[in-house]
């Protein structure tokens, strides 16, 4: 089946040790986001790649990078992971910029020690 | 940025009633989303409208689209305990491409 695959679903990191998160899709869509949701609130988008163009939102921490290195992949890296930075993170794709499609991945649960 | 308010927050309810949330906003949508999301897990699509006054039904799940396009319902009908979870609506403001906005969440708890 066509989908969102994030790796891995859990992930523990130490305080300041860089670490990344992956996302792929089988679906061939042009787009990939990446969005931090904290317990029990709405996601909160980080950026997006509308192909190899990077959209990073205005809020989104220096501290959180991207790379697309093709269409099926994605990747999150945070440079000096915090406690403040453990999170549900998930990513989603979308067909086009009319966001048909819109799909998310399981999700990666962060946790900082 | 844009909110969506999202209502209520949290629902208890009996097993076999019936559920309803809404999403408001003051500004216009051309898509409304209804996700999903268990523990642990991502948020999963239920419904998409992409036209004012849309009415579509996923099963026991019913949504529409406003005929203003600032606002959109789920109903739940027969809720089982399956049904618990969090459920969010995500709606693509008519100037702002394919960025989603997304509502608070409601959760949804059913007692068998």
């Known amino acids: 089946d066509a989908m969102v695959i994030q790796n891995p679903r859990y992930q523990v990191t130490q305080f300041g040790k860089p670490v990344t998160l992956s996302c792929s899709q089988t679906?061939?869509?042009?787009?990939m986001y990446w969005y931090q949701q904290k317990s029990s609130q709405a996601p909160k988008l980080l950026f997006h790649y509308y192909d190899k163009d990077f959209n990073n939102e205005a809020d989104t921490p220096d501290n959180f990078q991207s790379r697309r290195p093709n269409t099926s992949f994605c990747f999150l890296d945070i440079r000096s992971p915090g406690l403040g930075d453990a999170a549900m993170y998930l990513c989603a794709t979308s067909r086009d910029r009319t966001g048909v499609g819109y799909t998310f991945g399981s999700g990666t649960r962060l946790t900082v020690v | 940025g844009q909110q969506l308010n999202q209502s209520p927050q949290s629902m208890f309810i009996q097993e076999g009633e019936d559920v309803s949330m809404n999403c408001t906003s003051s500004?216009?949508?051309?898509?409304w989303l209804w996700y999903k999301q268990d523990p642990g897990e991502g948020p999963v699509l239920l419904i998409a409208l992409y036209k004012a006054g849309e009415l579509t039904s996923n099963g026991r799940l019913t949504a529409q689209f406003g005929i203003t396009r600032k606002d959109s319902f789920l109903n739940i009908s027969a809720s089982i305990p399956s049904d618990v979870g969090i459920y969010f609506c995500a709606g693509q403001l008519q100037n702002a491409g394919n960025m989603l906005t997304f509502g608070g969440g409601t959760r949804l708890m059913v007692k068998p």
């Open positions: 679906l061939n869509h042009n787009v």
């Open positions: 500004s216009i949508f051309n898509t």
